[in-house]
């Protein structure tokens, strides 16, 4: 007799077919296998005790703190932990509770019915100016239209083109300067009509750079001000293009200063349900969301965005993260810029792992030899 043990990274359902378990027993046991961990913030103590108790009688577990018992403090803060199965049961159990349970109910149950993406795209990074952070990604004319035929052969479904640097104390440029940048690049693309087969975004949120794209084929606005002008909204509705809404605190000219949150993540969700609204009430159809990995957050906010980056997919849209060469790989791991594609695929692959469907990246070819390898692996 040999023991193996499993990685929790397996398919748990091709696993168990492989196995020979028939197929209803494949859902239940599959059920069992993923685990669900929660951190409750600000929960009543009377809840904390019923959803301790029903917790404890299905098998799961609420970690809660000392005194919590005998209501030494009127909400506490818990940590759930329970497995896919426990975690449907539990969201039942709870219905019929007070104390907010109903809530946390309808919560857990959203929860329990969403599955990570099985497809990771690549975003490459077209900058039509001189002063983006990283040299490499910044071409002209034909230059361009060479490297975004190179990107494409090497595994980039979508061409993401900008012509303002917004990096960390970056300058603002006017709207007729950031055309004329772009332009060239733009209309030699519509000529060879490149966006029949492959998907074409702008790096920008001035509505007269949006308007001139989006006449020649673009179909995504990748918009770092979140939909912040009501003219960029009502562009993407009535061209029907995807929108890109990104979380950054403050202006690239003093983002960085001193971020600070009391939550990153539970601030970065209430934005995104703020601007969701917005967008819908615009009828804009199509959202991703970008958690905006450096624009105005520390090294450790960053950090926990990518960790807890499977939170968000919650909200019901794709996640894209471009970490591409950015400082704070430097801070983790001093390095030169074009010494970081280690670190950028480190943390790529890892909000791949957790949620993430779209990766902005400055290196197709080995963003995409990495993708694969991962898919092989997993």
């Known amino acids: 007799m040999r023991t193996l043990k499993l990685s929790n990274e397996i398919d748990f359902k091709k696993t168990l077919r ?3 378990v028939d197929g209803g027993g494949v859902e239940i046991l599959a059920s069992k296998m993923q685990h669900h961990i929660f951190y409750i913030k600000e929960l009543h103590v009377g809840a904390a005790n019923i959803l301790k108790q029903d917790a404890l009688s299905i ?3 609420l970690a ?3 005194g919590t018992v005998i209501a030494m403090h009127k909400t506490v803060d818990a940590i759930l932990i329970a497995t ?3 975690l449907v049961e539990l969201s039942r159990k709870e219905l019929a509770q007070p104390f907010g349970l109903k809530e946390l109910a309808q919560k857990l149950k959203v929860f329990s019915k969403i599955s990570k993406p099985e497809k990771v795209e690549i975003m490459g990074i077209i900058n039509a100016n001189d002063d983006s952070f990283f040299q490499k990604s910044r071409f002209k004319d034909v230059s361009a239209l060479l490297k975004i035929e190179q990107m494409i052969e090497e595994g980039a479904s979508i061409i993401d083109i900008g012509g303002v640097s917004s990096r ?7 709207a007729d300067e950031e ?3 772009i332009k060239p690049i733009v209309d030699a693309l519509y000529a060879q009509k490149v966006y029949e087969n492959t998907a074409l975004s702008i790096d920008s949120y001035e509505p007269n750079v949006i308007f001139y794209v989006l006449e020649r084929g673009f179909k995504i606005v990748n918009d770092i001000t979140g939909l912040a002008n009501d003219e960029v909204c009502k562009l993407c509705a009535s061209y029907g293009a995807k929108a890109v809404i990104m979380h950054m605190q403050g202006k690239p000219q003093d983002m960085q200063y001193d971020p600070s949150y009391d939550n990153v993540v539970l601030h970065v969700e209430d934005f995104f349900q703020e601007r969701i609204e917005k967008a819908q009430s615009f009828g804009i159809k199509d959202l991703i969301l970008d958690v905006g990995i450096g624009f105005g957050k520390t090294l450790q906010h960053n950090i926990e965005l990518i960790k807890n980056l499977e939170h968000f997919l919650h909200l019901g849209y794709p996640l894209l993260v ?3 060469r950015k400082s704070m790989i430097d801070k983790i791991s001093p390095s030169k810029i074009e010494d970081r594609i280690g670190g950028t695929l480190a943390l ?3 909000a791949a792992d957790n949620g993430a469907s779209i990766l902005r990246v400055h290196d197709v070819y080995e963003h995409s030899q990495a993708l694969h390898v991962r898919n092989a692996l997993r």
């Open 18 to 20: 492989e196995l020979g």
């Open 59 to 61: 098998g799961a577990d």
């Open 64 to 66: 809660v703190p000392r």
């Open 84 to 86: 896919q199965k426990q």
């Open 168 to 174: 960390p104390g970056s300058l603002h440029v006017s």
């Open 179 to 181: 055309l004329s940048r």
């Open 322 to 324: 471009g970490a591409s």
């Open 348 to 350: 790529h692959l890892k």
